[in-house]
């Protein structure tokens, strides 16, 4: 087996959660289809691609124009309890792992590491997820409830940065969202977006791979500095 080297680790590694290290995001859209058929227009997909990696409001704010509604004060509250619930309840019967997401984590904890998970999920749904992930793997976890401005703002991995004590610019982001790699590039990370569905755009700063499949700590490094993706993957820690 090939051995890392060590002087090509990152500073830190902040991961996005849902469609990045868990497929989840085919149990948001259950919900979130749903939720649309309740409000009265079936969503299209174009819509939904909108709302990918959105923290709450932000993903009521396009519902709501959709649906010409205005989503706010008790409705939201109402509403929001409604997705939320059902979601979780989706998460808990049909957990899975992303390709190659559990053997980066595996990866990255044989180097040590710092390591932040950062989502726009608040922190009641995020505990499903969590538990199967298991959080201890994690230094920190930033949540969509810690920050006044989520994603696509620069402010959960800022703040995940601050916590783990680095600069965002030496630390690597994955995500698998636009919203979510807009959010670590304008913090200064260097992104490797891995479209969770089909169709997603690239985004301005961000280095787009199909899986992380063969990925390792070294490799997210060589990935998002524009190395060779042979020169990335398929190598084993140490």
């Known amino acids: 087996m090939t051995s890392i080297s060590y002087s090509r680790l990152p500073a830190a590694v902040c991961l996005d959660m849902d469609g990045t290290l868990v497929d989840t995001e085919r149990l948001w859209d259950i919900a979130v289809y749903e939720l649309a058929e309740y409000l009265g227009r079936p969503l299209d997909e174009a819509t939904r691609e909108r709302t990918l990696g959105n923290s709450l409001p932000g993903f009521f704010a396009i519902l709501g124009e959709y649906t010409g ?132 755009p690239d985004v301005v700063g961000a280095h787009t791979h199909p899986s992380l499949t063969g990925v390792n700590a070294s490799g997210l490094v060589a990935l998002t500095s524009g190395a060779p993706v042979a020169s990335a993957v398929g190598q084993s820690g140490a």
């Open 69 to 200: 509604r205005t989503i706010e004060g008790a409705e939201f509250d109402r509403l929001a309890l409604r997705l939320n619930s059902r979601v979780t309840e989706l998460m808990r019967s049909d957990m899975r792992w992303r390709p190659g997401a559990e053997e980066l984590l595996e990866d990255l904890a044989s180097t040590n590491a710092p390591v932040a998970l950062v989502t726009n999920t608040t922190a009641d749904v995020a505990a499903v997820p969590l538990e199967f992930i298991d959080r201890s793997r994690f230094d920190v976890v930033v949540t969509g409830c810690m920050v006044a401005d989520p994603k696509p703002a620069p402010d959960p991995y800022l703040l995940a940065c601050s916590r783990l004590g680095v600069e965002a610019t030496t630390a690597v982001a994955v995500e698998d969202s636009v919203t979510g790699a807009t959010s670590a590039v304008a913090a200064g990370c260097r992104v490797l977006y891995v479209p969770s569905t089909d169709g997603q």
